[in-house]
């Protein structure tokens, strides 16, 4: 109505006005108590807890290949990326060539779960997962160490694993891997 | 002497446990409202609440800004919560009633002039806002205490001249007279207009949403508590419900006869009708957003007493016409 009449260019008389505000308090103040009595939406957390979708950021795990293995490599990629720099780790390899992490720490109480430490590993060996109910009074019990964060199984890709695809030769021979074609012999490769 | 520290004390008692659980009502009512459950934890559906917060503001540290008015800033939060409590001094809360062939007023003090009394004392209320605000040297607080001070003394005025017809009718200042005289009807039936403007005003004077330009939260912090804590603090939190509960008790008292009611005990009806003005402006502090200072100002001035002077004056004619 007001609207109309500004168009117009007339302003609205304040009988209008006046009975344009009353109304819209009236139907303000009707809305809010019919509020009162509707059922809250509040979930009530301790006693109900919704299921999280699985890539919600929470607790770091280190997963397994599905031989068991380790996956992780320490390429040093995730405490690279770490924007809080919360990961160490020092390097080591076994016999085979394989590289492993030799002791591994993440301080859960610098991180802010942001999730880069997952994007950046290249194994798919880091990862975070719905769990976030392990909060304490005590900092030092935030440091966990690589037994703290080593799961046996492969959590989000559990059929992964790096080294049937890439990586140097600790588990198979070059060219016999997934998606891996046999090395060109460059001496009999003629036209 | 003995019935009189009696009654004190248990006014005391009533009022004090009313406003902490009236932090809860409150807490409670405005998550319903918003569709939330409200505190729920304390205790049995969060009854205990109030006390959890009470403990909580008692063991904070009590800070005094460097450059305060040191004995200013300290007093000032007593006199927001004691002069709503004295104010509740008039309220009469049932009829004179005889125990052991003494008669027993049930009203602390029966002033003959209860009712400039009140309004006395809720203009010395903003002493204690301005003088908290100044004390505290701090820019927000000046401005809250500035803001404050010109509202509540605007709103003052519509809120005086609102009762003005009120005493007309009941030809009389005293509260028990004017709950005597809402023997067969309550006032709120013969003079609306007049309620309303009450109500209006009661929300500007108790600083409550949508008068609450004093706090405003996003422009001022806290406005003339921002440098407040602790149990300071929570004095001047309690005096703003000490008041929402003073301002009930004058609406029971003007408009809504009071302690009468069938059935019910007396005590009862004006416990009921107290909580009908925080339940009202907890309603509209769900509803209503902040107004801005200069429509604050136009209102009061320019709608709120022209209307109650025009209200004074068509009262007085109809209330001649009558007599006559
Ligand atoms: S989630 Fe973010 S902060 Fe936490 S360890 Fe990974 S990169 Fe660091
Ligand atoms: S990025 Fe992955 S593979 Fe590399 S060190 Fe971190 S967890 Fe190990």
């Known amino acids: 109505m007001d609207g109309v009449l500004i168009m117009q260019g007339k302003s609205p008389s304040s009988g209008w006005q006046l009975f344009g505000a009353i109304k819209g308090l009236a139907s303000s103040y009707w809305i809010t108590l019919l509020h009162l009595f509707r059922k809250p939406i509040t979930e009530q957390y301790p006693e109900f807890k919704r299921t999280l979708?699985?890539?919600?950021?929470?607790?770091?795990?280190?997963?397994?290949?599905?031989?068991?293995?380790?996956?992780?490599?320490?390429?040093?990629?995730?405490s690279g990326v770490c924007p809080v720099s919360c990961i160490s780790m020092a390097a080591a390899e076994s016999e085979d060539g394989r590289r492993y992490a030799s002791w591994f720490r993440i301080n859960f109480a610098r991180c802010i779960f942001c999730g880069l430490c997952e994007e950046a590993c290249p194994t798919l060996a880091l990862q975070l997962t719905p769990e976030f109910e392990f909060c304490g009074t005590d900092i030092l019990h935030f440091v966990y160490e690589k037994e703290d964060l080593l799961v046996a199984h492969g959590g989000k890709n559990s059929d992964y694993d790096f080294y049937k695809h890439c990586g140097i030769g600790a588990n198979s021979e070059k060219g016999r891997r997934d998606n891996e074609k046999e090395p060109v012999n460059i001496r009999s490769n003629m036209p | 002497m003995i019935t009189l520290l009696i009654k004190l004390a248990s006014l005391l008692a009533v009022v004090l446990l009313l406003t902490a659980y009236l932090v809860l009502i409150e807490r409670k009512l405005l998550g319903r409202f918003q569709l939330r459950y409200g505190p729920n934890r304390a205790g049995f559906h969060g009854l205990l609440q109030s006390f959890a917060d009470g403990i909580k503001l008692l063991l904070k540290e009590d800070i005094v800004p460097a450059g305060a008015d040191r004995f200013i800033f300290i007093y000032a939060p007593a006199i927001v919560?004691?002069?709503?409590?004295?104010?509740?001094?008039?309220?009469?809360?049932?009829?004179?009633?005889?125990?052991?062939?003494?008669?027993?007023?049930?009203?602390?003090?029966?002033?003959?002039?209860?009712?400039?009394?009140?309004?006395?004392?809720?203009?010395?209320?903003?002493?204690?806002?301005?003088?908290?605000?100044?004390?505290?040297?701090?820019?927000?607080?000046?401005?809250?205490?500035?803001?404050?001070?010109a509202q509540m003394i605007s709103y003052e005025l519509a809120l005086g001249l609102s009762l003005v017809p009120v005493v007309m009718l009941a030809h009389s200042f005293s509260m028990v007279d004017i709950v005597n005289a809402q023997a067969r009807y309550p006032f709120i039936l013969v003079q609306p207009v007049a309620f309303i403007i009450f109500i209006i005003s009661a929300m500007?004077?108790?600083?409550?949403?949508?008068?609450?330009?004093?706090?405003?939260?996003?422009?001022?912090?806290?406005?003339?508590?921002?440098?407040?804590?602790?149990?300071?603090?929570?004095?001047?939190?309690?005096?703003?419900?000490?008041?929402?509960?003073?301002?009930?008790?004058?609406?029971?008292?003007?408009?809504?006869?009071?302690?009468?009611?069938?059935?019910?005990?007396?005590?009862?009806?004006?416990?009921?009708?107290?909580?009908?003005?925080?339940?009202?402006?907890?309603?509209?502090?769900?509803?209503?957003?902040?107004?801005?200072?200069?429509?604050?100002?136009?209102?009061?001035?320019?709608?709120?007493?022209?209307?109650?002077?025009?209200?004074?004056v068509f009262s007085g004619g109809i209330i001649l016409w009558m007599g006559s």
């Open chain 1, 53 to 78: 979708p699985a890539r919600t950021r929470g607790k770091i795990i280190l997963t397994r290949s599905p031989d068991g293995k380790e996956r992780c490599v320490a390429c040093y990629l995730c």
């Open chain 2, 81 to 149: 919560a004691i002069v709503p409590l004295l104010l509740l001094a008039v309220i009469p809360f049932g009829d004179t009633s005889i125990l052991m062939g003494k008669e027993i007023p049930m009203v602390i003090a029966n002033l003959n002039v209860g009712v400039l009394y009140v309004l006395a004392l809720s203009s010395l209320g903003v002493y204690g806002v301005i003088l908290g605000g100044w004390a505290a040297n701090s820019k927000y607080s000046l401005l809250g205490a500035i803001r404050a001070t």
């Open chain 2, 204 to 312: 500007a004077e108790a600083k409550r949403l949508p008068f609450d330009l004093p706090e405003a939260e996003n422009e001022l912090m806290a406005g003339f508590h921002t440098e407040y804590s602790g149990m300071r603090f929570a004095l001047f939190f309690l005096g703003e419900y000490i008041n929402m509960i003073a301002l009930g008790a004058l609406v029971a008292v003007f408009f809504l006869g009071g302690w009468r009611g069938p059935l019910l005990p007396p005590v009862i009806w004006l416990l009921l009708k107290i909580l009908l003005v925080p339940f009202l402006l907890i309603w509209t502090r769900a509803t209503l957003p902040r107004l801005r200072y200069d429509q604050l100002m136009h209102f009061g001035w320019k709608f709120l007493v022209p209307v109650a002077l025009l209200n004074i």
